[in-house]
Structure formats: C-alpha cells, structure tokens
C-alpha cells in the first residue's frame, strides 16, 4: 500500500486530466461566466417567458438563458418561474421522490478542506475505516429501515483507495435480510459512490464492482477561491483533477455521474454556472449529462468555523431560486436535496421547487447505523451535522401526505437503462412511464415490510389512487404492460421482493 507522502504525489495523471481540454482550454471560463452573469442582470419579462417556454418544451437551456433565470428579482415573475419548474418537473418526473441512504466507510483524509470534520489537520476526529464485518453490519441495519438505494461515502487514502472501494461495494451487495413475513428478502440493489476523484484504470475497476453513479462534488468552480480551500501541497489542491473527475468516469465506462457544488463556499450565481457549464461539457463530449446534480450548503463541522464566517453563505431564498433555475436549465437531471437541510426547506424544495431526491434516516457517523449513535452522541466521528434526522418513514409519510410518492425503483440501471439511453428514454417520455411502474410496486413493498401503521394509513390511499392513474393510462394497455405490472403487484403483496419492470 502507498505511504500517504506516495499516494500525495502519484495520483494525478496529467495526462488524464489535459486529453479533455477543447482548443486548450478549460470548459470553466471564470471571465466568461461573470460576463454571462452580467448580461442578465434586469432581464426583460417577454424574454423570460420565453426562456420559461422552451424549458416547458424540455429542452437544455443555454449559458445565457440560465444567467438571465438567475437574475429575475421581481416576484411575480419568479413566480412563474417557480410555476414552471414545477411543471418540467411533473412532465419528467410525476410525483415521484427517490429515496437513498449516506453510508460512511472511512473518515480518514489525506486532505485539508477548510470546512470538512475529516480533514487531515482536524486532530479531534477519530479516524477508522470500517471492516468488511463491520460493512455488513451498518448495511444490515441501512436495510433494515426500509432502503435500497444506498451512497458509499469516503475520505481520500491509500487505505480506502480503489481496491477498497470495490470490495466493500460487493460486500454491500452480498447482505440479504429476511422480509417480515419470512417468504423474500431485501437488499441494497444500487450503490452510489462518492468518493476522491480517480485515474481510469481505478474507476473501471468501480465499474467492474456494480457501482450505480459516481458522484464528484467540485465544491467551488472559481479557482482562486478553490485555492483558498483546499492547500496547494494536497491532492485536493489540484482544482483541474477534480474538474475532469466525471469525464474520465465516462471513459471508464461508469456512465450515470454526478456532480455538485458546495453552496456557501463562493457565490451562489457563479456556482450554478459552473454546474451548468459542466452539464454542458459532459453533453458535449459524451453525449450525455449528469444523472443528478447536487447543491448541498455548507454545514458547521467539527472544528472548523467557515460555516459561520463564509462571505458567501446561501440564504433559504436563494436555494429555492438555485432549485427552480436548475429544474429548468437541466430538465433531465435528478435534483438532489439531503438531510443536510432542515425539514420544512428540504419539504419545500421537493414538493415545490423541483428536487427529485433525497435522503432521511441518514447517519454520518462511522459505524453509526448498527449501533444506532445519535449524532450528538459521536460527534468526533462525523463530517459535518445534519438539519434533518428524522426517520425514513416521518419522511415518506410527511411526503405521502403531499401526494408525493416514494420510490426506491433501482430497475433502469439493472435493465441496461442507464447513461445516453436513459436520457433518450426520459426525453421520449417513456423511462418516466416504467419508473412509476417501479415507484408503485417498490413502495409496496415498502408498505408491507416497514412502514408504521400511520405511514401504511396515508400510503394506501396514495398507492390506490396511483393503480387507477396507471390503469387509465393509454401508454401502459397499448404496450401490453398492465398484466405483467398487475401480476407482480399481487405477488409482492404475497411476500415476494425485487420485482420490476
Ligand atoms: N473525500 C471525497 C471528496 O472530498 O470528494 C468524498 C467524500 S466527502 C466526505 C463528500 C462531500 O461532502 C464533499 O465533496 C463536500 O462537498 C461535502 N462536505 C464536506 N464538508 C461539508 C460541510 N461542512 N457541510 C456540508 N457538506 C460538506
Ligand atoms: Fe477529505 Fe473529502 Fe473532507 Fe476534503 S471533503 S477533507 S477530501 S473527506
């Protein structure tokens, strides 16, 4: 295994980083990005609406469209923008609210990010990585709540490189619990990983382990600030590694990637930019966009004070105006909001603002799952606190009483829907038809398996008034899905799981 000193000055590949340049340059253009910002202060109200149009024709908006949405201050206009967010949302994703769960391996970091509880300067952290004994345990107990959708999340080190990321997502995989009634059992049927940016020859052994999305936050796309972040003598240090993190997983073949920002650490304007300019840059290049976006705000952290003292902290407001413009720029993306936000945000941003994602139940302590830790109780061990700890089921229930409707569906990526053809499925409207499908017959099982009597109440009427959506939906009688899509319904109701369509 390399010496932390080794892994520091041998990780970058250069040369993976400068085969993605176009015409020399960089797909983030600082100058260019503010005079974007610029040219769409006091937009023209005709203009919007006509910005507003073409995302309700699903379509991507260009630089210019998205400064001008940025810019909107007037509140009836923002409004309309909201109105309309919502509206692009509904037409690719209905009511539908996919669930997932963090699950921390290892908090060791060769790193120093100034506003992370893991960097490697904060000597008050306790530092572990979790067994492949201790992996199954904390899955078990991830299970046991309800999910089956889960993010692996780790610090960088020669500890937790590759090699281990692989093994403990198999390991993930092979953990089996018996469902209630004895007759099936549940699993974690798709792992996401977010963890430091890779060469490709790592990545593809990710790919090679079943990994769902690779996930790479940039956490700020202006450079000099970046610098300002993350010291110059670390791995993190190299802004344009991480940059290119998601085009070289494209070329390994890992193809549903996802990005993010840390809001709070620059401008809020700036960083929705970059995201898009990146969205537009993975398009370009692969044919393909980010399968969800990420705008989680900075957090207060063990030892670490930039959450209090940032100049660029993220108001409610703006992050409802970061959501909308998003929903709208990027209509096919998934729009994650985390349990990092507290409840009534986080409820808002999915019910009205067009996030499609999210997580509850969340632990981010090390081993925090199996022996059920309250986040005071292992403050030492997490990265940052959470504003939101309730249960998954308060969560599902809460959304359930909204008429949103869970969904753990996992199917597209095991059916081969995934990456360009997902997208293309999605644009024809016809991924959003199997996925309710899927919503329907995975928060079933859901219902039967876990749910309490209080969500179970509020849940059947939801899924009842979803079975006669669906069966008076042309689109299914016409394929000829409905017998197949009734038969399995009545079989998970008997007890049998992880049927899909
Ligand atoms: N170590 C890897 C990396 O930095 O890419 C992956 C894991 S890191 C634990 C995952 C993400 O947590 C980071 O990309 C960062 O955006 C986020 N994060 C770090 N500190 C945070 C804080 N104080 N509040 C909210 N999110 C934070
Ligand atoms: Fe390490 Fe990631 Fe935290 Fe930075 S954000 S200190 S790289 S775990």
Request: hydrophobic share 35%; net charge negative; aromatic share 10%.
């Amino acid at each position: 295994m390399a010496t932390v000193k080794d892994w520091t000055a041998h990780v970058i590949k250069q040369a993976e980083i400068d085969k993605y340049l176009v015409d020399g340059k960089d797909f983030i253009d600082e100058e260019k990005i503010f005079e974007e910002i610029e040219k769409g202060k006091n937009p023209d109200k005709q203009r919007v609406r006509d910005i507003l149009q073409k995302s309700l024709e699903i379509k991507i908006l260009t630089p210019d469209e998205t400064a001008t949405l940025l810019n909107v201050e007037d509140p009836e206009l923002f409004h309309e923008m909201q109105e309309a967010a919502l509206e692009v949302k509904k037409r690719v994703y209905d009511n539908r609210i996919v669930f997932f769960a963090p699950l921390y391996l290892s908090n060791l970091c060769v790193n120093s990010c100034k506003y992370c509880g893991f960097r490697a300067e904060n000597k008050e952290e306790i530092r572990h990585v979790l067994s492949m004994d201790e992996v199954r345990e904390e899955t078990a107990a991830v299970i046991d709540e309800g999910h089956k959708r889960m993010i692996a999340v780790y610090g960088e080190h020669p500890k937790n490189g590759a090699d281990y990321i692989a093994e403990s997502i198999s390991t993930i995989y092979s953990v089996r619990r018996e469902t209630p009634t004895g007759n099936g059992f549940n699993n974690i049927r798709r792992v996401n990983v977010n963890a430091a940016p890779m060469e490709i020859a790592d990545l593809k052994k990710l790919w090679r382990a079943g990994i769902g999305t690779f996930q790479v936050f940039q956490e700020t796309y202006h450079r000099e600030r970046y610098a300002e972040l993350h010291p110059a003598n670390t791995v993190k240090g190299n802004y344009r590694w991480r940059l290119y993190a998601m085009h070289r997983a494209m070329e390994a073949g890992i193809d549903d990637v996802a990005i993010g920002a840390l809001f709070g650490l620059y401008d809020w304007k700036f960083e929705v930019m970059g995201l898009l300019h990146h969205a537009l840059d993975l398009e370009r290049q692969f044919g393909i966009g980010p399968h969800t976006v990420s705008f989680p705000r900075m957090q207060p952290a063990p030892g670490s004070f930039l959450s209090e003292n940032s100049p660029y902290l993220v108001s409610n407001d703006a992050m409802r105006r970061v959501v909308a413009v998003l929903r709208l720029a990027i209509p096919y993306s998934g729009l994650i909001v985390t349990a990092r936000e507290e409840p009534n945000l986080k409820r808002d941003l999915l019910t009205h603002f067009g996030c499609t994602q999210t997580d509850a139940s969340s632990k981010l302590g090390i081993g925090a799952y199996a022996k059920k830790l309250k986040q005071e109780e292992n403050i030492e061990k997490v990265q940052f606190m959470l504003g939101d700890q309730r249960s998954l089921d308060e969560v599902i229930r809460e959304l359930a009483n909204d008429g949103m409707i869970t969904s753990f569906c996992t199917a597209g990526y095991r059916c081969g829907r995934t990456g360009d053809k997902i997208m293309t499925l999605l644009e024809k409207g016809v991924e959003g038809k199997f996925c309710k499908l899927n919503a329907v017959l995975t928060f079933r099982e859901y219902l039967n398996d876990y749910a309490s009597p209080a969500t179970r109440e509020i849940g059947e009427k939801l899924i009842e008034q979803e079975l006669r959506e669906i069966e008076a939906t042309p689109f299914f009688s016409k394929n000829k899905l409905l017998p197949t899509f009734r038969s399995y319904y009545d079989r998970i109701a008997r007890g049998e799981r992880d049927l899909y369509m």
